[in-house]
Nanobody, 124 residues
Framework: QVQLIESGGGLVQAGGSLRLSCVAS????????VGWFRQSPGKEREFVAA????????GYEDAVEGRFTISKDNAKNTAYLQMNGLKVEDTADYYC?????????????????WGQGTQVMVSA
């Protein structure tokens, strides 16, 4: 079993950047695919990005493609979400998720482990 703790959220102006971190404990992150989801009030939870266990294959939701970059450092047991060119509509709680297996995944139901979330607020 793995525990996930996110950090790095905060308040930023539109156009700015934030880097979210997700530190894993309990098991090596190298056996897990990792994803990021987000949810804002009144909206459905949505997929943001995912990376396979090796860190070599990634996928993104269309709205963040080219602005966000997901990565993982298995030696540090940490995954990251670099967010550049932030927009007001990126405001949400961001959740780090993980599941053991090959490949990366878009579906939230696929992920077994969830962090508590970190809040990102983007002002106009």
């Amino acid at each position: 079993q793995v525990q996930l703790i996110e950090s790095g959220g905060g308040l930023v102006q539109a156009g700015g950047s934030l880097r979210l971190s997700c530190v894993a404990s309990g098991r090596a992150l190298s056996v897990y695919a990792v994803g990021w989801f987000r949810q804002s009030p009144g909206k459905e939870r949505e997929f943001v990005a995912a990376i396979d266990r090796s860190g070599r294959s990634t996928g993104y939701e269309d709205a963040v493609e080219g602005r966000f970059t997901i990565s993982k450092d298995n030696a540090k047991n940490t995954a990251y979400l670099q967010m550049n060119g932030l927009k007001v509509e990126d405001t949400a709680d961001y959740y780090c998720v993980a599941v053991s297996g090959v490949g990366w995944f878009r579906g939230s139901a696929t992920y077994r482990y969830w962090g508590q979330g970190t809040q990102v607020m983007v002002s106009a």
